[in-house]
């Protein structure tokens, strides 16, 4: 088959280990004969330094001609970049907000998986670790706080900044149904996390979940308050199969899921809209620190893109070897830095990439 695919290198890291990931999509797709026809976009900082702004029109329309994006990461150290300079819609993290809502990508899926062959990097205690997680954060990605007016005004000489935080219910109502769609092809159960002790935002979000699980007997539907599931999410982790959340509580909530795996250098994630196409990118992200040093390690790019193959393309034989190998890399010891320990052995981005390019060809 024919994929056509826009990367996006971005900053940072995020060039070496696209590389990385488009090594091992062209020794899969030489392998079973597919056709890959990649078409690199700027976003982010490297977009302001080539055109002035984090994203183009021109960048969008080639990210919608295209059957899936590959990103890796965008953005720089907040605190010496020139990009943090400029005006808020002009900084990188805008474009990243842009691109998602020009492509209507709405559902943000997020795993966090506590690999085996990494228990050891889990911060949890051995008794909590010990059992085990396996659980995706279903994100909604283009309402709520994110996309809300804003702005900052003065009044008698006081500085006011506003934010506002808006859900209608059919954008609670598409999140709400990928949430169970996907709880069907796992453990069937859904926690849905809000603040409906609060937010009027909240109680919509509640109700409409509610509507939806009606459709779904089969799925157990638990609510839980966000601040509540900060703190299960480091006590009882194994408990979660799906987690369905707005916007700013789902940005937060995979963060700390992503911490307590140890591996955030492992997870992978899909931005969907109501078709096939998505945007697939790492969960983690530009590590200006150690860019160009070819030690940044590329795993959660190379399974974002088995996400890609797997969601877009229906091609579950591909993205399975891709799986497959990962686990296989880690089982024979090798680990880039970020997830070293004692008796394996230390690998660098590229040499990550060659391994499981590789173990697939
Ligand atoms: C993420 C990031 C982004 C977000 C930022 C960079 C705008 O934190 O993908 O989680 O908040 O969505
Ligand atoms: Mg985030």
Redesign the pocket.
Known sequence: MELNITCIPGDGIGPEIVAEAKKVLDVLAKKYGHKINYTDILMGGASIDAYGVPLTEEAVQTAKSADAVLMGSI?GDTTTSPWYKLPPHLRP?AG??SIRKALNLFANLRPAVLYEELAEACPLKKEISAAGFDMLIMRELTGGL?FGERKTVEENGIRKAIDTLTYDETEIRRIAVKGFEIAMKRKKKVTSVDKANVLDSSRLWRKVVEEVAAGYPEVTLEHMLVDNCAMQLVKDPAQFDVILTENMFG?IL?DEASMVTGSIGMLASASLNDSRFGLYEPSHGSAPDIAGKDIANPIATILSASMMLRYSFDLDKEADEIDLAVKNVLKEGYRTADIMSDGCTLVGCKQMGDLLAGRIG
């Open positions: 953005g993290e990243l907000l994110y940005d995979s």
